[in-house]
Nanobody
């Protein structure tokens, strides 16, 4: 099992930036990919981005492409989500997740372990 702890959320004005961090511990060697998802009140959990631990390959949801950047620090077992040009519709609880596989990574079911989430609120 991989333990995940997110940090870096907060309140920001539209157009601003935040950087989320996700620190992984435990059986991190079993993880092949890390993803970020978000969930707004009354909505389903939504894919944001994923990154592959070995190659660093990334993929983004269309809604955040060009504004968000996912990265990783293998030595620190930490994944980051740099969020720029934030919009009110980005307001949600952001979750990081760890997956043992490298396919279907845009779906929550591909992930085995989840953090508790961090709140991001973007005011207009």
């Amino acid at each position: 099992q991989v333990q995940l702890v997110e940090s870096g959320g907060g309140l920001v004005q539209a157009g601003g930036s935040l950087r989320l961090s996700c620190a992984a511990s435990g059986r991190t060697f079993s993880s092949s990919a890390m993803g970020w998802f978000r969930q707004a009140p009354g909505k389903e959990r939504e894919f944001v981005a994923f990154i592959l631990w070995s190659s660093g390959g990334t993929y983004y949801a269309d809604s955040v492409k060009g504004r968000f950047t996912i990265s990783r620090d293998n030595a620190k077992n930490t994944v980051y989500l740099q969020m720029n040009s934030l919009k009110p519709e980005d307001t949600a609880v952001y979750y990081c997740a760890a997956s043992k596989i490298t396919r279907l990574l845009t779906t929550p079911n591909a992930y085995d372990d989840w953090g508790r989430g961090t709140q991001v609120t973007v005011s207009s």
